[in-house]
């Protein structure tokens, strides 16, 4: 999606990094994924979203040039290319803390058609730096071992079905300083395959085993139990930590809960506990499974006492539309909620009342993110800020840009000539990148400085010649 450029000589004047309900978009109109200058097609723009909170998203897919984690402000303008940190092809990403500061965790790796693999979680700190390999601070990551399993009595395409093979599904809470296991749980040993839904149909080999269960979330309570989701049994496990045991189940063939049409799900992702683990979000990926007519987040209320689940809110799409996997609902400080809509390139909010406040599109054609997320986050990479300059009739462009930096408010630009250095401008930063003309020719070259909003400096670009050549630290 991205073909980003630092600093890029852009022969187009800077657009704006959104369009507004743009059928030319989906025309193919900025590519098969958009670039730089067009990131977003927001069907409903987001006037109220917080000026300082930024959406992170890793977009992947045959339309995307450059699969990774980024970062994208309110309006979709380019904050941070992870790529350019050398992070590829990126599933679960999000904000969170570890030891007290705010930080980025990733999972990365190789992972099949079908949607799972093996990887390992990455959490990087505020200079996108790698301070921990292992898994996301909530210190879970999922495991698919495979095994012999007679498979006989389910669909399948085997010539000898009681040699079959099946993928287990094993939750692991990790110890990140020491990288050992703390807990692990076998869905094998508490969940029989005739509890789920999708057959092994043209799986079943040792080459392709049958994905019965497929976790694609965990999360541990105050309590020391954990809510485990798995796609393809469409239910909600609540383990006991102590034991494993499966202390109720909602949802799939054997829910604890009497449910409805509103409070039933399928193939669902990313379960949450809320409210004092009161209550449960999850991105109900209804339609997969054949039930429902539209994706959606929802919010439930399970009181295992009467065994029944109360409805609290759904949090629909811009248009009723299914996503066949992926897909997750961030819930907000003020209640509000950030929904991915994971098989297809759209994020939204919806607030506490249901109502959708904003909806945009990050990409055309075949473009997914596992997660969408939305956070405070302060950047400070380590790199140095980027330059590049473009002569013309008049003197020069200068285009300047620092790949993550949050804090740069001010651009300021300074012409050198010898060993001689003065300045020649200030100008507010605008967007990804932001450009400057010096109406002046004979110039040795340039360097610039990203400034916060007080003045303090926060970087320095190296000196870049306007005969193209690098000129070295100021
Ligand atoms: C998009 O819509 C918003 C809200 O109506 C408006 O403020 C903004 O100028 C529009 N931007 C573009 C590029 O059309
Ligand atoms: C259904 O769930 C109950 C408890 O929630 C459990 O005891 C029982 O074994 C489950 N049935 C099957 C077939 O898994």
């Known amino acids: ?31 098969d994924g958009p670039y730089q200058d067009v990131l977003f097609n927001f069907q ?18 045959q339309a995307v040039r450059s699969a990774g984690p980024y970062i994208f402000d309110r309006y979709g303008e380019l904050v941070w290319d992870g790529t350019m940190f050398g992070f590829g092809q990126t599933m679960t990403y999000m904000p969170t803390t570890y030891q007290g500061k705010s930080v980025l965790a990733l999972w990365q790796g190789n992972f099949n058609i079908n949607g799972y693999g093996n990887g390992q979680g990455v959490i990087l700190d505020e200079h996108y730096k790698v301070i921990a390999n292992v898994a996301p601070a909530s210190t879970f990551t999922s495991v698919y071992p495979v095994k012999r399993y007679d498979l006989s009595g389910y669909q399948n395409t085997l010539a000898s079905p009681r040699n079959g093979y099946i993928l287990d599904g094993v939750a692991q809470e990790i110890d990140i300083a020491t990288g050992r296991a703390i807990w692990t749980w076998s869905a094998l040993d508490h969940v029989h395959p005739s509890q789920c839904y999708l057959p092994p149909g043209t799986s079943g080999s040792r080459d392709s085993p049958w994905d019965y269960f497929h976790i694609n979330s965990i999360e541990k309570d105050s309590k020391g139990n954990y809510l485990i989701s798995s796609r393809h049994c469409s239910a909600v496990y609540y383990v006991r930590g102590s034991d494993g045991a499966i202390l109720w189940t909602l949802g799939g063939r054997n829910s604890s809960f009497r449910q409805d049409r509103r409070t039933s799900f399928s193939f669902q992702h990313d379960a949450r506990w809320h409210d004092d683990e009161t209550t449960i979000s999850l ?17 439930l209320r399970p009181n295992s006492n009467s065994g029944t689940v109360d409805f609290i809110q759904e949090m629909l799409p811009y248009l009723r539309t299914p996503s066949l996997s992926q897909g997750n609902v961030d819930r907000q ?78 651009w300021e630009i300074f012409s050198t000539s010898g060993t001689q250095s003065r300045s020649v401008g200030r100008i507010g930063k605008s967007g990804f990148e932001t450009t400057f003309s010096v109406e002046s020719s004979n110039l040795d070259g340039f360097f610039v400085q990203g400034l916060k909003g007080d003045g303090t400096v926060l970087g320095t670009s190296r000196i870049r010649r306007t005969d193209g050549r690098d000129g070295g630290d100021p």
């Not at 022969?11 to 109109?29: D, F, H, T």
């Not at 209804?286 to 429902?292: D, Y």
């Not at 506490?352 to 939305?374: C, P």
Request: hydrophobic share 35%.
């Open 1 to 31: 999606m991205l073909c980003l450029l630092t600093a890029s000589l852009l022969a187009v004047p800077a657009l704006s990094a959104y369009v507004n309900q743009s059928r030319e978009y989906n025309q193919g109109k900025y590519g």
């Open 44 to 61: 409903k723009f987001p006037s109220s979203a917080p000026e300082d909170e930024y959406l992170f998203i890793a977009p992947r897919g």
């Open 283 to 299: 991105f109900d990926n209804a339609a997969t499974g054949g039930r429902g007519s539209t994706a959606r987040g929802l919010h």
């Open 333 to 410: 400080g003020n209640g509000n909620w950030i929904l991915g809509w994971g098989n297809i390139p759209y994020v939204s909010e919806t607030s506490q009342s249901g109502e959708l406040l904003w909806a945009g599109q990050f990409g055309y054609g075949d473009v997914q993110s596992y997660t969408a997320h939305r956070a405070k986050w302060v950047g400070y990479p380590n790199t140095k800020p980027d330059l590049a300059i473009r002569k013309n009739d008049q003197g020069y462009t200068v285009f300047m840009s620092w790949n993550g930096a949050t804090e740069v408010k001010w």
